[in-house]
């Protein structure tokens, strides 16, 4: 076994749960997704490219440094070819030690159109609200190419949850992989209360102002983190209602 694979097997195999769950939700079909895990300073674990997430195992996993350069490479492996978008992301977000990108359907169908764009930024489910923040959606960009990491800039420090227009979603978190998998299902579940709600009502009902600051008593009472970089908001009411 590689010497890095075995001095973070716990981590390696966090990920190896998270693209078997991946798959299973059916986040994850055939080879598309990617997954990566800032495990120590700037070491970084990540997915290969043209791998079915659910047949993925710990010796498939790839070792790089924050800067691109390779540490471990499987034989018949390569890194995922979004590749840069994660590196990119985790320099320009130092709080964060994990980034997964996937490609939940009701999430990914929300992105494509404005009106679903609109309503994953507004203010319904407190769960998401605290988690994920508005989830913002990310102008298209070809995968696999540098711009899709640079497409990201001007808002990554708003939110830990992101749609990519016509391709995916994206989650970053501050706790692991298997954090990221759990922001991926809340992100879903929160496409599918959209659709539902927008089939029983054209108009989405949104929390209030006044619901929001009670949010912002609950996250001060469980000491919680507010989503996004830090210092980026103050408080939920001002990431949906400034």
Known sequence: MNEYIKQYQNQVDEIVEVCHRD??????????????????GDIVLITPTKTPKRLITAED????????????????????????????????RPDINAVMHAHPPLSTGLSTSVEGQKAFRLPLIPEAMMQLGPVITVPYANPCMKDLGYQLDPTINDSNGFVLESHGALVCSPNGVLQAIESLQIMESLAESIIVGRIMGKKLKALTREDTQGIDAVIRELGWKLPGAPGRYKSITEMFYM
């Open 23 to 40: 798959a299973e939700l059916g986040f994850g079909p055939a080879v598309s997704g990617n997954v990566s895990y800032r495990v120590d």
């Open 61 to 92: 996993i790839c070792v790089l440094r924050l800067n691109g350069e390779a540490l471990y490479i499987p034989n018949g492996k390569k890194p995922t070819g979004e590749t840069f978008m994660h590196l990119h992301l985790l320099r320009k």
